[in-house]
């Protein structure tokens, strides 16, 4: 039985998302003891789950057979009061990864545009691409958003433009002006779907919300996998006028999201003491990491977010001699950037063995 004619050309097409190599593999791969190996791939929280969210979790066990909360009722009354924003703009994914897929499904058809940064969370193009839809991929000269050309790729089939701020992968940093300016810059028709994935470990954040309030047409998107340590429980929302939450409720399907990642979320949320200590231990590792880049004259990019990138002679070479020595970083070859590594900060001894790996091989 042949399929080949049958699927979908988009979906025959699709290139297959890469994600961080996980610990089973790499043991597996090279022979290694697990618990001796290092994942500073995923950008995971190297503290663990927020302690309150694991506890709540384990509360909530006793529940699995009923059918989670369809409409986050809870979870939504607790972000509508941090937020001040109505419950009915918000939206809950299966990971915030769901709803930039939900997005798509909204407004992508064949033959419409996407715009965002060729060096940016490569969903997007997926996203797109899904839906049959064309990416506009627009350079990032020195891996930063050129935001003119970004303007300049809008065009009257543009449905959607997507940034990450800070982004994902090069880690550049957009200011609150810049922003602003260029969402105010956008043709009425276009939806700018903003990513705070990492928003949580800069001192200062971006707040669109002003922006929601003056009717644009903007959606951000948060996650709890990231500074609060769930990336396992998957769950993520956005908030957005309630017009344009209304259409992304419309496509989820009614569970999408499970009990205990609501559950694990609520808790989390009020972790204020986790969420600073994360925070603090990710500082401190930048800057250990910017030191160890410095004196060794490798070049580096690390504005903001939990992770930094380095440039390598060879990255995949390094990518594969690190495993070897039990430490998993992650390669750009997929964004186009064959010479660097995104590492994840972890702790500070952490840090050390990574950078003691990498120094072996990065020149
Ligand atoms: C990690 C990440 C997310 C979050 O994904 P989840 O599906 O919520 O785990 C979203 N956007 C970017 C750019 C990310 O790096």
Not at 47 to 69: I, Q, R
Not at 171 to 198: I, M, W
């Amino acid at each position: 039985m042949k399929l080949e004619n049958t699927v979908k050309p988009q979906i025959k097409n699709l290139p297959v998302y890469e994600t961080g190599k996980p610990i089973e593999y790499v043991a597996r791969e090279f022979g290694l003891d697990p618990d001796g190996i290092l994942k500073m791939a995923s950008n995971e929280n190297p503290l663990g789950a927020s302690p309150k969210a694991v506890e709540a979790v384990s509360k909530h066990l006793g529940t699995l057979n009923y059918y989670p909360d369809g409409g986050c009722y809870e979870l939504r009354q607790k972000l509508s009061k941090k937020w001040n924003l109505k419950p009915s703009q918000f939206a809950f994914g299966n990971g915030s990864n769901e709803i930039l897929e939900f997005i798509a499904q909204c407004f992508v058809d064949r033959g419409d545009e996407t715009v965002f940064g060729a060096q940016s969370f490569i969903v997007y193009k997926l996203a797109t691409i899904f839906m049959g839809g064309k990416c506009v991929s627009v350079p990032m000269p020195d891996l930063k958003y050129d935001l003119d050309a970004l303007r300049d790729a809008v065009t009257d089939k543009t449905k959607i433009v997507f940034m990450t701020n800070p982004n994902n992968p090069t880690g550049c940093v957009v200011k609150q002006s810049e922003v602003e300016n260029f969402v105010r810059s956008l043709p009425e028709h276009v939806v700018f779907c903003y990513d705070e994935a990492y928003t949580e470990y800069q001192d200062e954040q971006v707040d669109l919300r002003p922006l929601i309030a003056e009717g644009r047409n903007v959606i951000c998107l948060r996650t709890f996998s990231k500074i609060y340590g769930l990336a396992g429980l998957r769950i993520g929302y956005s908030y957005s006028s309630e017009e344009l939450a209304g259409y992304i409720n419309r496509v989820r399907e009614p569970f999408n999201v499970n009990s205990l990642a609501q559950v694990g979320a609520m808790a989390a949320l009020d972790d204020a003491e986790f969420v600073a200590e994360s925070k603090r231990i990710n500082d401190a590792g930048r800057k250990q990491f910017v030191e160890a880049f410095e004196k060794n004259g490798l070049t580096y990019f690390s504005d903001g977010a939990n992770f930094v990138m380095v440039r390598v002679k060879d990255a995949q070479r390094v990518f594969v001699e690190m495993q070897k020595r039990g430490v998993i970083v992650r390669p750009n070859a997929g964004y186009g950037l064959p010479e660097w590594l995104r590492i994840t900060i972890g702790k500070p001894e952490q840090n050390a063995r990574c950078i003691d790996e990498l120094l072996k091989f990065a020149k």
